[in-house]
């Protein structure tokens, strides 16, 4: 069976780096980006069966990322999971308002990522 | 025949003379080598038996002897005393250990006890709570049961790890969590290491207590993975939240209660001072 | 003599009060706290720090990050960095490491064991800006 394709998109580099690491680790083929501009040209050129979000970035926020991307049918079909680093009511009813998918809590753990990869993919 | 002649008898006898004489002589220095060896070896006796020798090596030895003795004994000192402040030093390393386990523990009761009391508003005494459970204790999955009056249930009011609405009502006395609410007896799980989440058999209950009435009740439902067992300081520490905690809400409450009214009897005034 | 000094990064006030309360047995330092990642930095930049202790999970910018930002910066790139979390699996504290972090406790902590790593770093840290 093919690897699933994650598209993860954190400003961080080193981060960025470390967390395509984990996921590669755990079977998945990875893409990092640093912002939401390139993420949206990374859609356009390949599309992920998930993208995971960090809700903080810069210049275009990863909520407005997530709004376009629910908002243009060629990738409104894939599951968005948003990055945050606390649960709040907040983010959770932002989310919820540009058609999230998923909130996980940052530093994410794998087995999160997993579980809900399979949650949303089957 | 000539004098030359070996074979002349005069010439031998002469020999022989020679040779008795040589002979003689040695002879007499043998004798007289042997009686100086004689005299020698007298004296030598003479000499071993006499104290004088005897005397001379232990003139040296004693001192010596002495001296050594001297030393093991100051050995045998040292020893005892290094054996001494050894057991002295294992003595307060264990102490310094037991007293810094100590400083440990009273370090969280008291910053407990501080957070607890420092504030009227519920739901920040509620939040302090979590946290003392979550940092301070370990747990991973809990909830704040209240005492609701009028019903005689605990209804939980706070869950950590937990779906809140997945928690059950609890009439005071039923079940786990109802039966150690209402004896005010702290119930721990004896074996931690095989306890799995169960909510109707919670791992702690810590009876919420103002005096000796019940006012709610915490129960733990799971540990963080590294968090093998209870230790001393969680035991204070449940004691500690059974008083401070059961203190800290009913004082926020009341707090709540009484601003209510007093912004209601302000609200009151306002209308009627109005016109 | 100077005075050395510690960042507390730590949502949780009941964390935040513990540790700064035992942090006031080490010699010549002095606490500054912070709320989260991003009150950290704000720290960080508004003065010079020797020593950084972070919780991970905190709203805005969680532990993980920060450990990571710090370690952009050229001003802390040798700062030792401890993290104090309830996160005890594998795959967190190799992500702290990884990052930079210099050292991992879980919670709950023993306060006597904090002030001994504490009070090392510290010690390095005098010595290693004696020799420069």
């Not at chain 2, 799995?196 to 005096?211: A, D, H, K, S, W």
């Amino acid at each position: 069976m093919a690897k699933k394709k994650v598209l993860i998109v954190e400003d961080e580099e080193s981060l960025l780096k470390l967390e395509s690491i984990l996921l590669t680790t755990k079977g998945y083929e990875v893409r990092g980006v640093a912002n939401g501009r390139a993420a949206l040209e990374a859609l356009e050129a390949e599309l992920p069966d998930l993208v995971l979000l960090d809700v903080m970035l810069p210049e275009m926020d990863g909520f407005e990322v997530c709004r376009r991307i629910k908002n243009d049918p060629k990738t409104a079909a894939i599951p968005v999971v948003m990055l945050t680093a606390k649960k709040t009511a907040e983010d959770m009813a932002k989310g919820d308002e540009v058609g999230a998918d998923r909130y996980i809590t940052k530093p994410f753990k794998s087995v999160m990522v997993i579980e809900t990869m399979e949650q949303l993919l089957s | 025949m000539s004098p030359s002649d070996p074979q002349d008898p005069s010439q031998r006898a002469e020999e022989f003379l020679q040779i008795f004489h040589k002979g003689a002589e040695f002879t007499q220095e043998l004798l007289k080598e042997n009686e100086r060896l004689r005299y020698r070896l007298l004296e030598i006796e003479k000499e071993a038996t006499s104290g004088d020798r005897e005397d001379t090596l232990a003139k040296h030895l004693r001192p010596l002897q002495a001296r050594i003795d001297l030393l093991e004994n100051e050995k045998r000192e040292f020893e005892r005393r290094l054996r001494d402040v050894e057991e002295e030093n294992l003595s307060f390393a264990t102490r310094y250990v037991e007293i810094e386990a100590e400083n440990n523990m009273l370090a969280n009761l008291y910053i407990a006890s501080f957070q607890l009391h420092a504030t009227l508003e519920f739901s920040e005494v509620v939040r302090t709570i979590s946290e003392i459970i979550i940092n301070l204790v370990g747990a991973e999955a809990f909830a704040v049961y209240l005492l609701e009056e009028k019903s005689g249930a605990l209804s939980p009011i706070s869950a950590e790890g937990l779906d809140l609405e997945n928690l059950p009502v609890v009439p005071l006395g039923e079940g786990f969590l109802g039966k150690a609410v209402q004896r005010q007896d702290l119930y721990l799980e004896k074996d931690v290491p095989s306890y799995t989440l169960n909510l109707e058999r919670p791992m702690v209950v810590i009876p919420l207590c103002l005096g000796d009435r019940p006012v709610g009740g915490i129960a733990v439902y799971g540990l963080l993975a590294q968090k093998e067992n209870f230790s001393k300081v969680d035991f204070e520490l449940f004691r500690l939240l059974g008083g401070h905690a059961a203190t800290a809400l009913s004082a926020a409450r009341l707090h709540t209660l009484s601003a209510r009214k007093l912004s209601t009897m302000q609200g009151f005034i306002d209308l009627l001072t109005q016109k | 003599m100077e005075c050395q000094k510690i960042l507390v990064v730590e949502d949780s006030p009941t964390m935040r009060q513990l540790i700064t309360f035992a942090l006031k047995r080490v010699q010549n330092a002095e606490v500054v706290e912070a709320t989260d990642g991003v009150d950290g930095l704000k720290r960080l930049a508004a003065d010079t720090f020797d020593l950084v202790i972070t919780d991970i999970n905190m709203p805005i910018m969680d532990g993980i990050k920060l450990v990571a930002m710090i370690r952009k910066d050229p001003a802390y790139v040798d700062v030792p960095i401890l993290v104090v979390t309830t996160e005890g699996a594998e795959e967190d504290r190799d992500r702290a490491m990884a990052l930079g972090a210099n050292a991992y406790m879980t919670k709950p902590v023993q306060t006597g064991r904090l002030i001994e790593i504490c009070e090392q770093f510290l010690k390095e840290r005098k010595a290693a800006a004696e020799r420069a």
